[in-house]
């Protein structure tokens, strides 16, 4: 079978054997078969003269001889015949038809064939002749195409077959960029098929070439189809806005529209309307609802806008226009009359060059036509009930605002609706007052929906849809009940997409709302989005750094156009945001060069705040503006600080005043858990960025203070072995990154630890490492605090004197000021409670009560409330001791209250045990046997061998008097099953023989019959 060849010549050319490509070693070889397959049999004197014009006709001949023999040579085959010795043709045995024959041929059904231009991009060395054919045949092509494609489109259009439409416009559109008939057919195309917005995008495309390229305008024909496009557009967007919309609430202010509207269409008294609110509130679908159903009405609707408000009577211009049509078909009024006070007062009406008399309008002016359009609309109202609807009264401009007011001042025959922004000026305010003084107006104030609306409201537009409570109420902080924004979330509802939060129609609302804003306003707007709360004018006006009368009456402005929400908190003026959503708004406006410098200012100016005054509340501020200025663990080292102050770790009885300020509250219900959640999101922050921040000293800082942290926490909760990991750790890193503060406070907690489980010896270890630091630093205050422990110590072997000692020098450290006094208040309250312990064990009662009600009255003082849970335990035992038990119960009781709010167990067993000792006094067997049972459930929890002594004294006792019937209950006998002698011996093995010496003495005495 032979080889079939096939050219193709529109758009990039290629000469292909069997579908495979050709490649010749001589351009001119293409040339000969490009010029043969369109032009078919050519005598070689013409052929040779094309290709080589700028040789002799000799040496033309001879290359033509050479390249066909070259072509014939490489494809193997006579591709090139001569039938006779001057004429040269393509061997038709051996050709495929080209894309130029298909084309020729039936070019409407063959328009695919013309890719592109002719031989695009193809030229030709030397061969000036040749490139002029390729010219002119390209141009050929190219109208045979056009003229055929206009008629393919046509006819596909007329027989519905509109597959290809689309395409082959698009084709003639690129041919020529610039033909706007082009552009025409493809529009009308468009908006036939109903894609109204592909009319749009094709206009605005042709607009920006014309524009960029030719520095003109689309024709006033290709206007006129975008402009009735747009016509379409509105229509459609206004009937699907009635139906996907279900009118919710506003029932009161229906009812009072409905009876307005009956009684004007009744002829009787009547008033206009005013519906203020905020930007989406419904002022417009309220307005739309209830005209809807007032079916006798005449409507004239007009909008104020903002970019008018300079216009002279720009309003009544527009009612007057859909006036003037009313009044000449029916006859109203005397034509000539009508058309001299337009052409008077309206004469851009008939001539547009006087506009400007427009702007010179006296007020004897608006007295006449006050009288005159009083006159028209009298007799318009005698055959209409005619409304006038006013939107956007805010904008109105004076003159026309003068004109209505005096109009509803007199007015008995129309209704005006107006809708108002809350945001409006002070001659908004005082044409309300004139009109409603004289019972002329009804004022409507729309307010956001409440929270448990917002529910019924998504269910009003969603029937068949339920979603839970998490969503309504996230719906409804975002949105804060504004309607425009709750149906901006029920659409992407419906539809089934992702909430997107700030849909684009909701910034459009939002930057309308921002129009016209001076540039102060703006800055002092874009400084308090910023901030999460409420902003002192004092801090705008340091960031500010402008004249603080300016940021007064820029402030003053925005709370007048109803955008901010002034405060006044301790005597500082406060200012915020009255719409969230305006916020964040103009927040995601801002640069992220700005937005990090800003926050950075925030921050260190916080800080530098917090440093001054010691606020707490501080702390989390700076923390917020640190983190959004792109500096992470700055940030989290202030949330860490925070949280420590929040958690309140109270194991660590004494707390040191401006790390742990328990001031503003007594304890509270236990709110850890959402506070540990912040703190374990650190720790998760902390442990992902190692490999970023690792190598950071500042990183190592803030993972000790973590980890010293999060040790404490679990010391806290009791999980020791996890709590002490931790504290070694930090002193592992404290050392190697000569962190001597964390070092001491890591020992500390090692004390703390100690004291807990009662291990004595290895307590000092850690007293003396921390007091050689401490002595290092010259802490006098870690020196007195590890002074008190180190009494303790003595305390729990039983070397009172020395003990006695220790405390004193304590409290002469921390009474060097009364700044030093109050910050170490419960500290020194805890030395006063060790001194009492110290005469209860010396049988000093009243001396030891005297040191409790030192302690006490400290705390109380200082509102150390945690602490006083403690001393109220050792004022309620030593009273016991004294045989006072009314006064016992008391301060035991009040203790009760407080431990029931906190976390750490710290003397809760004391408590326990002494409460039900009194219990048992007073015979409240009950009482005692839900005690033992209690016991029994928590002994297997505790390490501390006092407090399992405790119960055990507690048990013994009991026992004690079931076995010499000082008392019968044969459930107390059952609950106490083990002998006398076990709980007897269990109590001594545990208690404290220098600390516990009141309960042995007592077990002893009641059992043995030893003093």
């Known amino acids: 079978m032979k080889k079939k060849m096939r050219c193709v010549m529109f758009g990039n050319p290629q000469i292909f054997l069997n579908d495979q490509p050709v490649f010749f070693a001589f351009s001119k070889i293409n040339a000969l078969f490009y010029y043969l397959s369109v032009n078919g049999p050519v005598s070689r004197d013409e052929i040779a003269g094309i290709l080589w014009s700028n040789k002799s006709e000799k040496s033309a001949k001879k290359n033509l001889r050479n390249t066909i023999y070259q072509a014939n040579k490489e494809l193997e085959d006579e591709f090139i015949v001569s039938p006779n010795k001057s004429i040269l043709q393509l061997n038709e045995e051996l050709i495929a038809p080209s894309d130029v024959d298909l084309f020729l041929e039936d070019p409407i059904n063959h328009l695919d064939e013309y890719q592109d231009d ?330 956001p929906f409440p929270r448990e609306s917002v529910k019924a409201f998504v269910e009003r537009q969603i029937p068949d849809q339920k979603y839970g409570y998490e969503l309504y109420d996230r719906l409804y902080e975002e949105s804060e009940g504004n309607p425009l924004f709750l149906m901006e979330y029920v659409k992407q509802l419906k539809n089934g997409s992702k909430l997107e939060y700030m849909t684009p129609k909701m910034q459009e609302e939002l930057e309308f709302s921002l129009t016209q804003l001076p540039t102060m306003e703006k800055e002092v707007l874009e400084i308090i989005s910023f901030f999460r709360d409420a902003v002192q004018i004092s801090i705008i006006d340091t960031l500010l750094e402008a004249d603080y009368t300016q940021i007064a009456n820029a402030v003053a402005n925005l709370r007048e156009r109803n955008i901010l929400i002034e405060r006044v908190i301790s005597g500082e ?149 996890k709590g002490i990991e931790n504290i070694q750790r930090v002193i592992s890193k404290a050392k190697e990154y000569h962190n001597d503060p964390l070092f001491v406070k890591s020992y500390r907690q090692m004390i703390y630890y100690f004291i807990q489980t009662d291990n004595a010896g290895e307590m000092l270890q850690y007293i003396e490492l921390a007091m050689k630091m401490s002595i290092r630093m010259n802490d006098h205050e870690s020196i007195g605090i590890l002074l008190r422990l180190k009494g303790l110590y003595n305390l729990m072997i039983g070397q009172l004197e020395e003990a006695e000692r220790l405390f004193h020098e304590s409290i002469t450290i921390f009474t060097i000021s009364d700044e030093v006094r109050e910050k170490y208040a419960s500290n020194i309250a805890a030395s006063y409670d060790y001194l009492a312990e110290i005469e209860r064990l010396r049988e000093n009662y009243d001396k030891a009560m005297s040191y409790h009600k030192k302690a006490i009255v400290l705390c109380e003082e200082t509102n150390l409330y945690t602490s006083l849970a403690i001393f109220y335990v050792g004022m309620g035992i030593s009273a016991f001791a004294a045989e006072n038990y009314k006064e016992a119960r008391k301060y035991l009781e009040r203790s009760n209250e407080m431990h029931m709010n906190l976390t750490s167990p710290w003397k809760k067993t004391q408590l326990s045990v002494y409460l039900a000792l009194i219990d048992l006094l007073e015979g409240n067997y009950e009482a005692v046997s839900e005690a033992i049972i209690n016991f029994n459930d928590i002994q297997n929890q505790m390490e501390n061998p006092r407090d399992i002594g405790m119960l055990y004294f507690y048990r013994a006792t009991v026992k004690h008097l079931l076995n010499t019937n000082k008392i019968t209950d044969s459930n107390l006998n059952k609950l106490l099953d083990k002998e006398e002698e076990y709980y007897y011996e269990k109590a001594l093995e545990n208690l404290s023989p220098y600390r516990d010496q009141f309960e042995i003495n007592n077990l002893n005495q009641l059992i043995k019959g030893k003093g």
Not at 691 to 703: H, I, S
């Open 573 to 721: 003026i406060y200012v915020c945001f009255k719409q969230k959503k305006l916020k964040e708004y103009i927040y995601s406006k801002l640069s992220a060069t700005k937005v990090r410098v800003t926050h950075e200012q925030i921050a260190r100016l916080f800080e530098q705040q917090w440093k001054d005054t010691n606020d707490k509340n501080l702390l989390s501020s700076v923390a917020y503006h640190y983190k959004y200025a792109d500096q992470e663990l700055k940030s989290l080292d202030y949330e860490l600080y925070k949280l420590e102050i929040s958690l309140k770790f109270q194991h660590e009885l004494f707390p040191i005043y401006s790390e742990q300020s328990e001031k503003t509250a007594k304890p509270q219900s236990l709110e850890w858990q959402k506070e540990f959640e912040k703190f374990e999101k650190i720790g998760k922050f902390l442990k992902d960025n190692e490999e970023m921040y690792g190598e950071r000293d500042d990183y190592q800082q803030l993972l000790m203070k973590y980890l010293y942290l999060e040790g404490r926490y679990f010391i806290n909760l009791g999980n020791y072995p």
């Open 118 to 447: 002719f031989l695009k991009g193809y030229f030709l060395k030397d061969s000036e002749i040749f490139d002029l054919w390729v010219t002119k045949m390209r141009n050929y092509f190219e109208q045979k195409f056009i003229q055929n494609c206009y008629q393919k489109v046509s006819q596909d259009i007329e027989n519905n077959h509109l597959i290809d439409v689309e395409k082959n416009i698009g084709r003639l559109i690129a041919i020529d960029e610039y033909d706007e008939r082009n552009y025409q057919m493809l529009m009308r195309f468009y908006q036939d098929s109903h894609r109204n917005g592909k009319v749009i995008e094709t206009y605005y495309g042709l607009s920006m070439t014309l524009d960029e390229e030719l520095g003109i305008k689309p024709s006033e024909e290709t206007r006129a189809i975008y402009e009735k496009t747009l016509a379409i557009v509105k229509r459609n967007k206004e009937q699907k806005k009635a139906r996907n919309y279900r009118f919710f609430g506003r029932t009161k202010e229906i009812e009072v529209l409905e009876a307005n509207l009956d009684s004007f269409f009744q002829k009787q008294p009547f008033q206009s309307v005013l519906i203020q609110g905020d930007d989406g509130i419904g002022k417009s679908a309220l307005s739309r609802l209830v005209l809807s159903n007032a079916t006798k009405k005449t409507l004239i609707k007009v909008t104020c806008f903002q970019t008018e408000q300079g216009f002279t009577l720009r309003m009544w211009r527009e009612i007057i226009t859909q006036l003037d049509q009313i009044i000449i078909n029916q006859k109203i009024i005397n034509e000539e009359a009508w058309q001299a006070m337009c052409r008077r007062f309206f004469p851009s009406f008939f001539d547009k060059r006087n506009a400007s008399f427009e702007e010179s309008v006296s007020d004897a002016d608006i007295n006449y036509l006050s009288q005159f359009l009083l006159a028209v609309l009298k007799e318009v109202s005698k055959t209409h009930f005619l409304i006038i609807w006013i939107e956007n009264l805010q904008w109105i401009d004076p003159r026309s605002l003068q004109l209505l007011t005096s109009i509803l001042l007199h007015n008995e025959d129309i209704m005006f609706l107006l809708t108002l922004r809350t945001d409006h000026q002070k001659k908004i305010k005082d044409f309300i007052n004139a009109v409603s003084h004289y019972d002329k107006l009804i004022q409507l104030s729309l307010e």
